[in-house]
């Protein structure tokens, strides 16, 4: 596809200063896509939440007496395999998965196909589905502390207070004698570690989010049950029944392969630690399920926990970010328009509509609200308002 630059654009290298006239230094109106884009990202990651909170109570009633390594290759071999399904016969706007991408994703892989659902579900049936589903809200600490520490994604006030309310609720959890039923200790330590394996996997899915995420999906769920799947051959471990497994395959398919690709497109608008937090909400879900289902487990640490856990969620949801900055020439290429705001080149012949191909940025010097999304992965000189 030919494309040349806007004869106004600034040469790379060249920075305008905040007072200069420019089309590229400029005040961006609050009303604008971007605020569109910010909304679809935090629509994108509630329903991902809902699609996998609603799948933590049957993993457990699928899962039986099998193995938790068995388990976990049926989970992401039914969300591999409802990717394929859904990429078959359709074309994409989406920038395509290279060999280059294959080590990241095989590490991706690691962590979120193979290590955080086999502590997952060797976890579950030790703390019930209901303190279970809430402790999975670490995961949202976790994703933002660790897309702080590499990413450099910013945390304000608002954010700080509600991972500590967040961690708070964890730590009850963990402690687990409020109630009549105390919670296994153990199960809250598998759990927990699902949640960090999980967030270390959405840190290192961030360079992956701008691309086709139905081809993300396929190779990292495929990836993940071939390791697994090997693994419980190999040593004969217990498989549940075929009603199980089917239980299993279909929790895959709308909990890890449906959600995990709306998390990628959420990602791409909003960044990894916003969408992480907003992703907090599945465990709410997953415990509001099981509680209607009949469990009880957990008592007043439960109760406590999740009114600590729903302040950290809507104060994670509510937080805005805006100030004046600045953006470096740079070169990629992933599905954009050219009504956003950052995609001002052209075509001959024009292109309209969502699309992918190569291409460039000027430096650009603006203002507007913006979340850490491809274009605002900037550095913060100073530590922003909340």
Request: glycine share 10%; charged share 15%.
């Amino acid at each position: 596809m030919n494309t040349r630059r806007d004869s106004s654009s600034n040469r790379a290298g060249e920075t305008p200063t905040p007072d200069e006239e420019s089309p590229y230094n400029r005040e961006v109106p609050a009303g604008d896509a971007h605020r569109s884009a910010f909304g679809r990202g935090v629509l994108l990651a509630a329903v991902a939440a809902l699609a996998f909170g609603a799948t933590t109570p049957f993993i457990a009633r699928g899962q039986g007496k099998a193995s938790p390594i068995a388990t976990a290759c049926l989970l992401y071999l039914g969300a591999a395999a409802a990717a394929l399904l859904s990429r078959l016969g359709r074309p994409r706007p989406d920038a395509h998965l290279r060999a280059a991408h294959l080590p990241r994703l095989a590490l991706v892989a690691g962590f979120g196909a193979v290590l955080a659902p086999v502590a997952l579900a060797w976890g579950l049936p030790r703390t019930g589905p209901t303190a279970g589903s809430l402790l999975l809200c670490l995961e949202a600490v976790f994703t933002a502390l660790l897309a702080w520490l590499v990413h450099r994604e910013p945390i304000g006030r608002r954010v700080a207070l509600a991972l500590a309310l967040m961690t708070a609720a964890g730590a009850l959890l963990a402690t687990g004698s409020l109630g009549d039923n105390p919670i296994d200790r153990l199960g809250i330590a598998a759990l927990a570690v699902a949640t960090l394996a999980w967030a270390s996997d959405n840190v290192l899915t961030r360079p992956l989010a701008d691309l086709d995420p139905l081809s993300v999906v396929a190779v990292k769920g495929g990836l993940g049950a071939l390791a697994t799947g090997t693994v419980a051959l190999v040593a004969r471990l217990a498989w549940p029944t075929p009603g199980g497994a089917l239980l299993l395959a279909a929790c895959g398919a709308t909990g890890y392969g449906l959600s995990l690709q709306l998390y990628l497109l959420a990602q791409r608008r909003i960044g990894t630690g916003r969408t992480g937090s907003i992703f907090a909400l599945a465990p709410f879900f997953g415990a509001a399920l099981s509680f209607a289902l009949g469990d009880r487990s957990g008592g007043i640490a439960v109760a406590a926990a999740g009114g600590l856990f729903a302040i950290g969620v809507t104060l994670h949801a509510t937080e805005r970010h805006a100030h004046h900055h600045e953006h470096e020439p740079m070169s990629h290429d992933h599905m954009h328009r050219h009504d956003d705001g950052h995609h001002d080149h052209v075509h001959d012949p024009p292109v309209e509509g969502a699309h992918s191909h190569p291409h460039e940025h000027p430096a650009v010097t603006h203002s507007h609200e913006h979340a850490p999304d491809l274009h605002h992965r900037h550095s913060h000189r100073r530590r922003p308002s909340a």
